[in-house]
C-alpha cells in the first residue's frame, strides 16, 4: 500500500514538467512532490511546513527560469548562436538559483537530506 502511494506520488510529480498542464495542476503537483522528499527525508513539523514552502518557491522560480525562450531571427546560424548563448546564460542563473536556495534549504535541513532531496529528483525526472 505505501509503495503504491510512493509511486502514485511520483507520477503526480512527473506532471509538473509537462508543459501542457494549467499552472495550477503543475503547483499541485509540485506541493505533492514535495510532501513525497519531505517524508523520505523524515520531516517533523515545522521544518516540514517550511521545507514544502520552500521547495515550491524553488521550483517556480526555477520555472520561470527555464521558461524564457529566444527570440527567432529567420537566421539558422544568428538563431543557433543566440540559443546556445542563452542556454549558457539559463544554466549560469540555474546554478546560481541552486546555490542560493541550498543556502535556504540549509537552515533548515542537513546536508544529507538535500542530497536525498536531489537524488530524489533525478529519479522523477529520470522516470519521466
Known amino acids: 500500500m505505501k509503495r503504491l502511494l510512493i509511486i502514485l506520488v511520483s507520477l503526480l510529480g512527473l506532471t509538473a514538467l509537462l508543459p501542457a498542464q494549467a499552472p ?6 509540485v506541493h505533492m512532490t514535495a510532501v513525497r522528499i519531505a517524508d523520505h ?23 520561470t527560469l527555464l521558461g524564457d525562450k529566444a527570440a527567432v531571427t529567420g537566421d539558422a546560424e544568428k538563431d543557433a548562436e543566440a540559443k546556445i548563448h542563452g542556454d549558457f546564460a539559463k544554466s549560469e542563473k540555474l546554478l546560481a538559483l ?14 544529507s537530506q538535500i542530497q536525498a532531496m536531489y537524488d530524489l529528483e533525478k529519479e522523477f525526472n529520470a522516470r519521466k
Do not use: N, T, V, W
Open 98 to 111: 541552486r546555490k542560493a536556495y541550498y543556502e535556504k534549504f540549509r537552515k533548515i535541513l542537513k546536508p
Open 24 to 29: 495550477s495542476q503543475r503547483m499541485k503537483a
Open 41 to 63: 527525508i523524515g520531516l517533523q513539523e515545522p521544518a516540514r511546513a517550511e521545507f514544502i514552502q520552500l521547495y515550491q518557491a524553488f521550483k517556480k522560480e526555477s520555472a
